[in-house]
């Protein structure tokens, strides 16, 4: 993920904070591999048929960015930096359209668009370039979703008038950065992060309740890696 600090507020209004703005890109692969027959629509409304043992590789792309009011502290604290603004993210996967006691299109498969905006909140402890030791990050999202099954057909008109969706993500990253010398490290990191789109229902008074046991769709993604890097 990529941040720049670009408004140094703590220079021009003494707040303390600066406005940050980020952003981050991730692709990923999938395979279909059915054990039954299933009808695949892609998003401009085409329809596939698939047999058992028909195999459909499918390449997600995830996109994020947003901005907001960040602190970073260089005092050796232990939560270095602290963010607190507004996100944007959209990413594409196959996926059948559920939710507890519905489920419209048992063997369709939907290469649906996800896209949520909404608030964002992160905090990194020991995470300075120059750091060694433990590291990582908490960080939370709270926002509006949108599931699109197809160009200009949703999960909202699916499910009713009635019926709206939200977004709940949530992140931990943990690891450990070793100097090997002045300049050259190892860092090796390990977490998992939830994606969960929800939905809500509407009162006649347009009041919305959201249980989280009504998941429209779940995503739980494990992270790991170990590299070599270099401190300019």
């Not at 599931?147 to 977004?167: A, H, N, R, V, Y």
């Not at 939830?194 to 998941?215: L, Q």
């Amino acid at each position: 993920m990529a941040s720049v600090p670009i408004i140094p507020t703590s220079k021009l209004f003494g707040i303390g904070f600066d406005v940050e703005a980020y952003g981050q890109a991730e692709r990923f692969t999938s395979t279909l591999n059915p054990k039954e027959t299933l009808y695949y629509h892609d998003f401009e409304g085409r329809t596939y048929t698939l047999q058992p043992g028909e195999k459909r590789r499918f390449e997600t792309n995830f996109i994020e960015f947003g901005i907001g009011l960040s602190k970073v502290k260089t005092d050796g604290s232990l939560f270095n930096k602290t963010f607190l603004g507004i996100y944007y993210q959209e990413y594409q996967k196959p996926y059948t359209p559920q939710v507890k006691d519905f489920e419209a299109f048992p063997n369709h498969i939907f290469f649906t668009k996800f896209k949520s905006y909404g608030v964002r909140f992160l905090m990194e402890f020991k995470n300075r370039p120059d750091q060694e030791g433990l590291f990582g990050k908490i960080e939370a999202k709270l926002g509006k979703g949108k599931m699109e099954l197809s160009k200009g057909f949703t999960m909202s008109q699916l499910l009713g008038e009635d019926k709206d969706i939200w977004f709940l993500g949530g992140e931990f990253i943990g690891g450990y950065k070793k100097f090997i010398s002045s300049k050259l490290f190892i860092r090796a990191f390990a977490g998992a992060e939830m994606r969960s789109f929800i939905v809500g229902y509407k009162d006649p008074d347009g009041t919305t309740h959201v249980n989280s046991d009504n998941e429209a769709n779940n995503d739980f993604i494990l992270k790991g890696g170990i590299f070599l890097g270099y401190l300019f």
